[in-house]
């Protein structure tokens, strides 16, 4: 996908193609880490308690594969960095 940015993005459409956990850790790398990520509403995280103390990203990847919606949306992958969320500053910063 190809924005007005002229940077090669791609989109992760979790519910088009369900996530394995060695894609949902590249995500967490690339975005910086399981806070990033994490849809603190989901009702696993929040009886986990992840929203203020998050797992470690292999525990978050098993749990996030079998249950994409704990990963909040869009994602959106762009070389070595994903942008988790809508963060209109960080797409700004696309490409600075």
């Given at each position: 996908?190809?924005?007005?940015?002229?940077?090669?993005?791609?989109?992760?459409?979790?519910?088009?193609?369900?996530l394995?956990e060695?894609t949902?850790?590249?995500?967490?790398?690339?975005?910086?880490?399981?806070?990033?990520?994490?849809?603190a509403?989901?009702?696993?995280?929040?009886?986990?308690?992840?929203?203020?103390?998050?797992?470690?990203a292999?525990?978050?990847?098993?749990?996030?594969a079998?249950?994409?919606?704990?990963?909040?949306?869009?994602?959106?992958?762009a070389?070595?960095?994903?942008?988790?969320?809508?963060?209109?500053?960080?797409?700004?910063?696309?490409?600075?």
């Open positions: 996908m190809r924005k007005q940015t002229g940077l090669e993005l791609d989109e992760v459409n979790y519910a088009k193609e369900p394995d060695a949902v850790k590249s995500i967490v790398a690339k975005a910086g880490g399981v806070a990033a990520v994490i849809n509403r989901h009702a696993t995280a929040k009886e986990r308690g992840w929203g203020t103390s998050p797992p470690d292999a525990t978050f990847a098993k749990a996030a079998a249950e994409p919606n704990l990963l909040r949306r869009p994602i959106v992958i070389g070595k960095q994903a942008i988790v969320g809508f963060n209109k500053t960080a797409y700004a910063k696309l490409g600075k």
